[in-house]
């Protein structure tokens, strides 16, 4: 394998049925009509030079290097601004047009260092291109000012900005602005003096997120990867998928040597990545250092007791401890006694391989993901209302969209690569209603705000989305076609709609949202004409998390917001593969590809393979496993990539169910949590190391390719496979491609799936079937899956989580762009520069009332549990509502969450649990000595 | 011999010049009254059938700017009025404004209503604050009066009129870097396409037209189209204002038929200040357009006939300088000017300008060599034309024409190794503070 170099055609691709023909230094090209003359002449192999463009920005037309000669037009016109006609006739090759190149090359050069780092690595298009142009002298000596002395800024901990080398194309400001939306920078002064800057300050201390588009689109080496500074340029790339969010976003890892001398020098996102298009987001491209990080466990550990110190041991020994150990306790205790529980982090094939060692191997159903704790109750609802577990579109819907809801998701920080596509949409005018207790970036960042802000009181999901629904029904604004054709059980849920307790005047105490806000979003999301559904963790992580998804696709399906393009119920999902893991079969009662366990002929496809009869009756649940265990009948747990002890809620009833269990066999990447009550301790692979695929939240299969061999010896399904066949069960692969087939021939959704297919796609959206062999973008085009589409009565269950009187506060949890989840990997990388702790952001009356200003230390209790953090005061937070973020365990914010969950999928209810806050340290007064008076707006008014 | 057509300046001498009264009493908002009873669409042929052209610099045919517009959508369209006015030597649109605002205003009204706006913009250059605060004035006035607001004298057309003031950059009288900047952006050209017609202010259909051009609507309607023909000449009708400064006696806005002669405009300003002193170059239309010398002063003032003697109209900004000026000097400043103001967005400029006057600065001060003058060309040939605005062509102007008439004056710097004039010769008061060599 060599280093890919992706073509850059110079501007964006057009769409247009239209084509105009043109001719080009004598040769016909045709192209569809608003092409520009430097794509079609690019695309036609005919190279004018280009600095200031790059396909993925508008044109700009400031380097003047591309301009061409035009039969009849005046001048020299920019080939990048200019637009193909039909008939024109283009020069790109005559005295003129290369005595203007020269021209400004030389330009470039009386002010570029001549010595410049960037010629010596090779990182650098002006290089090229004055060879080309053939400028390599400079007449106009090298006197008077000039920016050769300018200092770089070093402060952002990834990439270095060295206005030495800039040539102000402008590139980074416009891909800030274009392709990630933050807008962080600008040219300063004007003229000669044009320099450019994050706002006047450093890059960290700026607004940028360090996305690095602007380090990709840079075209000399002003902006670098550190990392490239240090190693030097790649000189092979792999294809591979992020290991991060669901977003999914494909990235070419750049690396040098081969084997176990691989080293990562940077990741650039893919520009045929089908969910990122190549941009992405600080995490994927900068915060892959944790697979080579020195916490990293590489060889197996066991230990007797968990109060004893680990010893490492052989894999042999692991695995034959590891499936004694099951065996015995089995033997003992009875076959529902172990269990498993899978990853969303980990591949599909991983997935697939666990949930088969406990079926087969196990000979029980007692195997559970992690996607339990975030997006159980998308799989159900939307599994009941359309007859599949995902999302309806891809994310290029998006750029359809003329109305988005978004809910319960901060897609900015969260999903950032899918939130600039957003972003984008929303530049070029559609409309976004978004419901949140908080005021999250969406409501209002440069260049977007949201149409309206329903602050909807957590918990209360249900009561607003059914307000919408009365709206839409009762002021006729509904689909009636579509209802009448499409959806069953119509009029039952037409009059339960309209009665009068579900309307915004009756709930709006409930939910916080005055009516007239509500009436307002719900006649814009009606009039859509498209309008889309985008949600996240805050609409499962509820008691009603699975109804409020079943009414939400109440809502889609009442304006027949379904089945097409722009529209649609769309989950975000939290991590790389939960939408792949839940496929896979890793819920207790569900085989591969959602079909239950208790159906005989699913599982004869499975008994008939395995050569093992499948228990008929679904496993336990994780909360069943911790209770089981605690009361003693579950003993033998296998966990694979997943910290429970500190992501599950009510951490303290987590750990009482570990210590309660004979065995606990962790196997991941790092010593976390949990493997403080492990006994056995397996060594996992990052996902540099792994063959496979991740499922991303649009149902995207992604190819994960191997970057160098695993660092601990062995691939983890391979792990999983020896624990099975130890315990008796034969398993074993030749390679992970045949996992993917077995998958294919036992899974319908799956049937066209093959990694060489893969490979040669790029990537697929299941169904990846017959009828649909390149896969499905949208999904319920002319007919829902499960025929007619099932509206549902949505009754509103108030959660039994309130304030009260000694827990006066809501508490609701969330993410930060920087950290991921409960931080093993990012708090390893210096991601941790832009978030080193979790604070608690509470509204300035509320800190008021307590005597808390920014920076003090508070104490954090609910009725299960207390921690401490810092507190930020903010009024992006309504009053009555805290929020915080589960990144860094010290905090242990699961400390407090209670053990409610979905009344339908046990998920657990993260998102609401009333607490108090009351200051420990003052930390702004402290210094201010004991017992000084501090004006109270000084409390009060601190951001 | 020509005679003056005070039409815009003709009260200016009032001692309330400025107040909607005075206006009125000289027909002020007849033509508004008037046009509020014709379609929109005749007053769009009107202005084509006048001839006039756009007062802005490129004389580009006003009234097929406005049949530019593609038809309505229901959206909003928008007429911005370039009040920018900061091309050296250019001072006509600013004392207008502040001797006469109504009749922008007025204007602007009809334009609107001719062209389907319901939202003006008016964008002042940023350092005119007594200018912004007049403009502010006069539009509380026409408000008052019902001149503007909602269903302006009973047609049901409402207009709203905001003055924007700019925040002091030459780039933003552009049109295209104009609508960035009043969007709140940094103010850069655009690429076109697409048109401001098509996708201006806000993406959506604009018209940009000069004060002068927008100011002239109301005497053009009350009148007619005949009545505009028959002042100037065919290839530019009507009348315009002549700013003429520098080394003449009586320097000022001159308002004239299009087409007068330098000639007689230095007869009307009472020759030159210095009598004895013959006029040695002048500008036609601002420091942009390439200098004229003593030859020119029967070249007739009007669009075509200044383009086929090498040079342009632009702004009829006549600054004229005698024989005591050094003209590498004064080049040299006016590329400092463009090099200050250079928006930075493209190479040819931005570099260019720079070393332009690293050059020129060298050359006035007698150092450098004959070599330079040919780099000063060379680099001028990568910026006309080539770069992404006219800044960038009219930064070229001054420097092309001064070597081709005055080359001898360039070498004679390099033999004597100075200047070879004394710049306080030049100036109207001595201060050796500010005319240092
Ligand atoms: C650098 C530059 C500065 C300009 N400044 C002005 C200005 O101050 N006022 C103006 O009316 N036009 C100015 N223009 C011309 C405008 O771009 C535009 O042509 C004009 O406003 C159109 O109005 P008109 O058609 O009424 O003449 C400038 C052009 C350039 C390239
Ligand atoms: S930093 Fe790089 S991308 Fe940005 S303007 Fe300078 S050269 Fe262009
Ligand atoms: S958006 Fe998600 S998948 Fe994409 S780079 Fe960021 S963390 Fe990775
Ligand atoms: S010519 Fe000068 S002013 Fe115009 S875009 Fe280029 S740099 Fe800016
Ligand atoms: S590529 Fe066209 S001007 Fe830069």
């Known amino acids: 394998m060599t280093l890919i170099h992706e073509p850059d055609l110079g501007t964006p691709a057009v769409a247009n049925d239209h084509d105009v023909t043109l001719t080009i230094d004598g040769r016909a090209v045709t192209v569809p009509e608003g092409t520009s003359v430097l794509r079609a002449a690019r695309g036609a192999g005919i190279d004018i030079p280009k600095l200031c463009a790059s396909d993925n920005l508008a044109a700009y037309g400031s380097c003047r290097l591309c301009l061409v000669e035009v039969e009849g037009a005046k001048g020299t016109p920019a080939s990048c601004t200019t637009p193909c006609a039909d008939g024109m006739v283009v020069r790109t090759d005559t005295d003129t047009v290369h005595a203007l190149r020269h021209g400004v090359m030389e330009l470039y050069l009386s002010d570029h260092p001549q010595d410049c780092a960037g010629c010596a690595r090779g990182n650098c298009e002006i290089q090229a291109l004055a060879v080309q142009t053939g400028a390599a002298e400079v007449r106009y000596g090298r006197g008077g000012a000039s920016h050769l002395d300018d200092t770089a800024d070093t402060s952002n901990p990834y990439f270095t900005y060295d206005p030495k080398a800039c040539i102000v194309c402008n590139r980074c400001v416009r891909a800030c602005g274009e392709v990630q939306g933050t807008f962080a920078l600008t040219v300063q002064g004007r003229g000669f003096d044009s320099r450019i800057t994050a706002g006047g300050t450093d890059f960290l201390s700026s607004e940028c997120v360090s996305c690095g588009a602007c380090v990709q689109a840079c075209p000399t080496d002003a902006l670098t990867e550190k990392s490239v500074i240090q190693l030097g340029m790649p000189s092979r790339t792999v294809v591979t998928t992020c290991a991060y969010c669901g977003v999914g976003c494909s990235f070419k890892a750049e690396v040098q040597g081969s084997g176990d001398d691989t080293r990562v020098v940077r990741m650039v996102p893919w520009k045929d990545g089908g969910a990122n298009e190549g941009h992405s987001c600080v995490k994927g491209r900068f915060a892959y250092g944790y697979a080579s990080h020195r916490d990293r466990q590489l060889s197996p550990m066991a230990r007797d007791s968990i109060d004893d110190e680990w010893q490492v041991v052989t894999w042999e020994e692991a695995i034959t401890r590891v499936a004694e150990g099951f065996l015995a306790l089995r033997e003992k205790h009875g076959v529902g006694s172990i269990g498993g529980i899978s990853s969303s982090r980990c591949t599909n094939e991983e997935v697939y391989v666990v949930q088969k060692m406990v079926r087969a191997a196990f000979g029980n159903n007692n195997i559970d993901t992690c996607a339990r704790v975030c997006h159980s109750p998308t799989g159900y609802g939307l599994n009941h209302a359309f007859g599949t577990s995902a999302g309806t579109q891809d994310f290029a819907s998006v750029e359809q969209a003329d109305v988005m809801l978004v809910i319960g998701a901060n897609p900015t920080d969260a999903h950032p690569v899918f939130a600039s596509r957003m972003k984008k949409r929303l530049r070029a005018g559609a409309k976004a209603i978004v419901a949140d207790p908080r005021r999250i970036d969406l409501v209002r960042s440069p260049h977007v705000e949201a149409a309206l802000h329903l602050p909807v009181r957590p918990g209360t999901n249900v009561a607003f989305v059914n307000a919408m629904c009365h709206v839409i029904v009762t002021e006729g604004l509904w689909d009636e076609p579509f209802v009448r054709e499409r959806c069953e059980d119509a009029d039952a849920y037409l009059a339960f709609i309209a009665g009068p307790e579900h309307s915004p005047e009756a709930t709006q105490d409930v939910t916080g949202i005055p009516a007239s806000d509500l009436r307002a979003a719900a006649r814009l999301f009606a009039a859509g004409p498209n309008s889309a559904i985008y949600y996240g963790l805050g609409v499962t992580e509820h008691s009603q998390g699975s109804t409020m998804v079943m009414g939400m696709a109440n809502l889609a399906m009442l304006t027949g917001n379904l089945g097409r393009e722009g529209v649609g119920v769309n989950p975000l999902r939290g991590q790389n593969n939960v939408q792949g893991s839940c496929d896979m079969g890793s819920f207790p009662h569900e085989l591969p590809g959602y079909r239950h366990v208790s159906r005989p002929e699913v599982r004869e496809i499975y ?235 509470i509204h300035p009356s509320d800190a008021e009332l307590r005597g808390v200003t920014s920076g003090d230390v508070v104490e954090l209790s609910s009725r299960v549990g207390t921690t401490r953090l810092t507190a930020l005061v903010s009024d992006r937070m309504p009053a009555g509502v805290v929020y915080t973020t589960f990144h860094h365990p010290v905090t242990g914010a699961n400390v407090v969450t209670t053990e409610n969950s979905d009344w339908a999928t046990n998920c657990p209810e993260y998102k609401v649990t009333a607490v108090q806050v009351e200051v420990v340290t003052q930390a702004a007064r402290a210094n201010a000595g004991a017992g000084a008076d501090v004006p109270a707006d000084a409390v009060a008014g601190r951001p | 011999m020509t005679t003056l057509t005070p039409i815009l300046t003709k009260f200016w001498d009032d001692p309330q010049s400025w107040t909607l009264a005075t206006y009125e009493k000289n027909e002020g908002y007849q033509a508004l009254k008037k046009a509020l009873t014709m379609a929109p669409a005749d007053l769009v042929a009107m202005t084509k059938e006048s001839g006039l052209r756009g007062r802005g610099g490129a004389g580009f045919p006003t009234g097929m700017k406005w049949g530019f517009l593609p038809p309505p959508d229901g959206g909003p369209r928008y007429l911005v009025v ?228 090498g040079s342009m109209l632009g702004t009829r900004a006549l600054q004229v300088f005698d024989s005591s000026v050094c003209v590498v000097r004064a080049v040299d400043r006016w590329t400092d000017f463009y090099k200050h103001e250079s928006c930075g967005k493209c190479t040819p400029c931005r570099e260019g300008t720079w070393w332009l006057k690293q050059i020129l600065g060298r050359l006035e001060h007698g150092q450098g060599s004959e070599a330079d003058l040919d780099k000063l060309l060379d680099i001028c040939d990568n910026i006309l034309g080539r770069s992404f605005c006219a800044l960038g062509d009219g930064a070229t102007s001054p420097i092309t024409s001064s070597i081709q008439y005055f080359r001898d004056e360039y070498i004679a710097h390099l033999t004597m190794g100075r200047c070879p004039f004394d710049p306080n010769d030049a100036v109207l008061f001595t201060t050796k503070e500010t005319v240092s060599a």
Not at chain 1, 639 to 654: F, K, L, Y
Not at chain 1, 699 to 718: A, F, L, T, Y
Not at chain 2, 146 to 157: T, Y
């Open chain 1, 607 to 841: 008994e008939s393979l395995w050569g093992v009869t499948l228990q008929a009756e679904p496993g336990l649940r994780i909360p069943n496993m911790f209770d089981s265990a605690i009361g003693g009948s579950f003993r033998g747990l296998y966990v694979q990539g997943e910290d429970i002890a500190q992501s599950d809620p009510n951490t303290s009833h987590v750990e009482a169910a570990l210590r309660a269990m004979d065995l606990v066999v962790v196997h991941d990447l790092f010593l976390n949590e949990t493997a403080r009550f492990a006994h056995v301790f397996l060594p996992g692979a990052s996902f540099l190391e792994k063959d496979g695929t991740f499922t991303n939240a649009e149902r995207r299969i992604n190819r994960v390719r191997p970057v160098m061999p695993s660092r601990v010896g062995k691939d983890e399904w391979q792990v999983v496979c020896e624990i099975a066949t130890a315990m008796g069960y034969p398993m074993s692969y030749a390679e992970a491609s045949h996992i993917m087939d077995e998958i294919a021939a036992t899974t319908p959704t799956f049937a066209g799936v093959s990694f060489a297919r893969l490979d040669a796609e790029g990537s697929m959206q299941w169904p990846v079937t017959q009828a649909a062999p390149h896969g499905t973008p949208t999904m319920h085009v002319g007919s829902f899956v499960r025929g007619l589409g099932q509206l549902t009565e949505t009754v509103y269950v108030p959660t039994t989580e309130r304030a009260n009187r000694r827990f006066p506060l809501v508490l609701t949890t969330g993410r930060i762009l920087s950290q991921y989840n409960v931080g093993a990997q990012t708090r390893r990388t210096p991601n941790s520069t832009w978030h080193p702790e979790d604070v608690l952001e």
């Open chain 2, 82 to 309: 370039n009040a920018d006015e900061s091309e050296p030597g250019t001072c006509k649109d600013i004392p207008l404004m502040m001797a006469a605002p109504q009749f922008l205003i007025e204007g602007v009204a009809i334009t609107s209503f001719a062209i389907g706006c319901n939202h003006a913009f008016i964008y002042l250059r940023g350092e005119v604050v007594h200018v912004y605060r007049r403009l502010l004035r006069a539009v509380e006035e026409a408000y008052a009066a019902g001149h503007l607001g909602k269903n302006i004298h009973g047609s049901g057309f409402d207009l709203d009129v905001t003055v924007h003031a700019g925040a002091g950059a030459y780039i933003c009288g552009e049109e295209t870097a104009l609508l960035d900047s009043l969007e709140g952006r940094r103010g850069q050209p655009r690429s076109k396409p697409p048109f401001p017609a098509v996708a201006g202010l806000y993406a959506r259909p604009t018209v940009v037209n000069n004060v002068e051009s927008i100011a002239s609507v109301p005497p053009l309607l009350l009148h007619g189209a005949d009545w505009f023909k028959g002042m100037g000449t065919q290839d530019s009708t009507g009348f315009g204002i002549f700013s003429l400064s520098g080394h003449v006696k009586n320097p000022g806005q001159y308002e004239a038929p299009m087409g007068i002669t330098m000639r007689e405009l230095l007869d009307l300003a009472g020759g030159m200040r210095h009598p004895e002193r013959p006029i040695k170059f002048w500008t036609p239309g601002g420091s942009s357009t390439p200098l004229f010398t003593d030859e020119h002063l029967d070249v007739p003032l009007e669009f075509g006939a200044v383009a086929k003697a």
